[in-house]
Each structure stands twice: as C-alpha cells, then as structure tokens.
C-alpha cells in the first residue's frame, strides 16, 4: 500500500502561482509513476502532469507552458507549480500514484486538495 498526502492549495488571484506537494509513503519502491490530475463539480477528473520515476513528464494540453510538474525521489515527494493560474484551473486537484507490485498494476490517489483562482 502506498499513501498519499497533498498540501499546497489555497485561494490565489488569477495571475498567480501555487505549488503543489504530494508525499508518498508505504510501498513507495513500487511507484513506477506520479501524477495530478484535477476536478470540478459535474465533470471527470483530468489529467494535469504525470511523471515517471525516471524524470520523464507528460502534461495536458491545459498545463503545457504553465505548470511544471517535478520529483524528488529520495523524499518520495511530487510536486506540481502552477504559474499564471486562471480562473477555469479552479478544482480539486488530486495526486496520484502508479504501482507496479506482484505482476499487477494498482493506482492511488490522494485526498485532494482544492485549488481556487480568482478572477
């Protein structure tokens, strides 16, 4: 089992920057990736930026240019830095964690973590 905890949300103007943490512990040598993904009210989570435990990154159209996602492998932490927030970036924002364990594949997720942009 791997557990997630995010920090980091809060309410920022539009314009601005937040970042985000996400810390693994447990079974963290089983996470072959990390990601975030978001949420609003009446629609499907999204994905926001995945990364994998060899660095490489993957980001939605919506996060290209913006958000930066990153990793810091010996504190099993992911962090995701949102710059020039709008507010349509306004959601719950949730980490994720991929696992690779016994010849299956598992998925985690956090808590979430509510990210408001005003305009």
């Known amino acids: 089992q791997v557990q997630l905890v995010e920090s980091g949300g809060g309410v920022v103007q539009a314009g601005g920057s937040l970042r985000l943490s996400c810390a693994a512990s447990?079974?963290?040598?089983?996470?072959?990736?990390m990601g975030w993904y978001r949420q609003v009210p009446g629609k499907q989570r999204e994905l926001v930026a995945t990364i994998t435990r060899g660095g490489n990154t993957n980001y939605a159209e919506c996060a290209k240019g913006r958000f930066t996602i990153s990793r810091d492998n010996a504190k099993n932490t992911v962090y995701l830095q949102m710059d020039s927030l709008k507010p349509e970036d306004t959601a719950v924002y949730y980490c994720?964690?991929?696992?690779?364990?016994?010849?299956?594949?598992?998925?985690?997720w956090g808590q979430g973590t509510q990210v408001t942009v005003s305009s």
């Open positions: 447990g079974s963290t040598f089983s996470i072959t990736s």
């Open positions: 994720n964690a991929n696992r690779y364990y016994g010849g299956s594949n598992y998925s985690q």
